[in-house]
């Protein structure tokens, strides 16, 4: 679309709220376009890219914001334009001085600046990620957390194999294709609505990471299964897993947000799905919790995390967190995953998954669960997803990288009670 000057100032009104990191920016971000109903889709598009932008590259931004003209905030709106709209696009609306600088800046080879600036990551995450990967692999992974996810959508088999989904899209003149890994998954080109189209309407497909759903091909739930998706939030791996039980059994939907298992409900009428419970429950302590202890055949705990293997979609994520929340979220995770081990019967299993890359939320959270609970042992990731037929290289863990898998940053465990 053609920029108008007026965005400009927009993008710099909503960059200075977002930067202040009192809440997410997806959330900010909603609120301003509140605002603001005259913007078009389009011009919403190219704000919200802008302001995403500068947050996945921030502090590389702000080292070549250094040098120019203007204040710091039109500095960063100007970098965060010319990434999305483009510098030729931006020319009109500047001054000479701000031409001239950002024609400098687009001539500044980005390997020229200093590897800590280039990585965009604050030092605590840089820290614990060099103890994982050597600084070349590290790099990748900072380069591809700098870039926005791809949009992914799982089809439902309950209602249309991928192939007729494939069609379906294409048809409507939207490019896509299978994902590498996932059973179900489909890869889409740009960003296209698809709440309006008929597949979407008719529950042929939902949008789930792949990273996701290769979460609920390792809980591996087979037909007439009692299972429980712990923290189903709005639903997403739900679906997922009545879908992989053909609609039989029964799977329970645990969450403490009333709001969020509001928002499973028009999904679930979409999916075709009638073997999902939504339960609403106070803790990971409910009495609801305890009527079915022992009872059930498999748990999925996706615990609530850093949230850091979604930045890709979350940028602010990586400036909003600090070693203090890690250090309050992991007695958390411990306390739900202890909790959602009682559900599981002998012979059942129990698996740990967040959406974070560092190893004190995940392996540290299952390895100190191993140790209080000698009933438990751990099944290798590999052999579960070998026996699903979904070839896809692991060790005993589930490990998932947005620069090796193309998915966000995924972490499980599975975990089978054998006393």
Known sequence: MKL?????GQTETLLAEVLKFTGPADAAT??????????????RGVI????????????????LAEGGTGSPARRLTLLGLMQTAGRTALKPFMSDAENAWLEHVA?????????????????????????????EELAHLAASLNYPAPLDLRANPIKASRDEVLSALSRAGIEAGATPFAPFGIRVVGKPPLTKLDAFQDGWLEVQDEGSQLLCSLVAPKRGEMIVDFCAGAGGKTLALGAMMRSTGRLYAFDISDRRLAKLK??????GLSNVNPVL???????????????IDRVLVDAPCSGLGTLRRNPD??????????????????????SAARLVKKGGRLVYATCSILDAENEGVVQQFLADHPEFALVPARDVL??????????????????????????????????
């Open 30 to 43: 909603s609120r301003f376009f509140r605002a603001h109903p005259k913007l078009g889709h389009g011009e």
């Open 107 to 135: 001539k500044i080879d980005p390997q020229s600046l200093p590897l800590r600036t280039r990585l965009n990551l604050p030092d605590w995450i840089y820290q614990a990620l060099s103890k994982r990967f050597e600084a």
């Open 281 to 295: 429950i106070d803790s990971e302590h409910d009495a609801k919790i305890k009527r079915l202890a022992g009872k």
């Open 386 to 419: 070998a026996e699903q037929r979904i070839e896809l290289e692991m060790g005993d863990y589930l490990s998932l990288w947005p620069h090796r898998h193309a998915t966000d940053g995924f972490f499980a465990a599975v975990l089978e009670r054998r006393g």
């Open 266 to 271: 028009p999904r679930l009428a979409r999916s």
């Open 317 to 338: 994520l990586k400036w909003r967190q600090s070693p203090e929340s890690i250090a309050e979220l992991t007695p958390k995770q411990l306390s739900i995953l202890t």
């Open 48 to 63: 919200a890219e802008a302001v995403f932008a500068v947050l996945r590259r921030r502090m590389e931004f702000a080292h």
């Open 4 to 8: 108008h000057g007026f965005l400009i």
